[in-house]
């Protein structure tokens, strides 16, 4: 992965007790909190993405060591220059509001939200999930999911309790727990730039 200067790329050492795949929802909310501070709306892309209209701003990985810690990683566009290869697919903060923004008050502002979300999920996981279904707009839409060498459509349905989500196919109910999930061709017009 690229991370060149200008960005936020950080990681943060967990201990909930147990590893849990919905710890990566309170990075993302996390981040579409801090953006939202700064007068940008965001929204969550399932499963660890943060995305600003159609393109990504933030990633967030979690990966569990051991039964008691948790390392998430969050990457975050800030005033970091973005490759050729990427422009039209991702945006930055600065692209976004026409000025620099300085690190130290994003990182102050991340870890602030990282710590509320987090004490919530502590409290109860089942709030975390809830609050990211309301900011994922592809619920209802169709989309298309990639797993690995399976690709297949359908419409987005449901952000279930232990973080899978629900897409109804031509085939019947599926259940995904990971993947990538992009809006099909027509859906993305309802989601601003």
Do not use: C
């Not at 809830?130 to 297949?152: Q, Y």
């Amino acid at each position: 992965w690229a991370s060149p200067e200008g960005g936020l790329w950080m990681s943060v050492v967990l201990k909930p007790g147990k590893p849990d795949p919905r710890l990566v929802f309170v990075g993302a909310l996390a981040v579409v909190d801090v953006l939202g501070e700064l007068g940008v709306e965001a929204w969550v892309k399932w499963p660890n993405d943060v995305w600003v209209g159609r393109r990504k701003i933030a990633g967030i990985l979690t990966e569990a060591k051991g039964e008691e810690f948790v390392v998430m990683g969050i990457g975050l566009n800030v005033n970091n220059p973005l490759p050729g290869e990427l422009k039209g697919k991702a945006t930055s903060i600065k692209v976004l509001t026409g000025r620099e923004t300085p690190l130290e008050d994003v990182i102050k502002s991340l870890l602030r939200h990282l710590d509320l979300w987090y004490a919530v999920f502590l409290r109860d996981p089942g709030k975390v999930v809830r609050e990211v279904r309301e900011r994922m707009p592809i619920l209802g839409k169709a989309v298309e999911v990639v797993t690995g060498e399976e690709r297949f459509s359908g419409e987005a349905a449901d952000l279930l309790p232990d973080g899978s989500l629900l897409l109804k196919t031509k085939e019947g109910v599926r259940r995904v727990l990971q993947g990538d999930v992009s809006l099909r061709l027509g859906s993305t017009n309802e989601l601003k730039n």
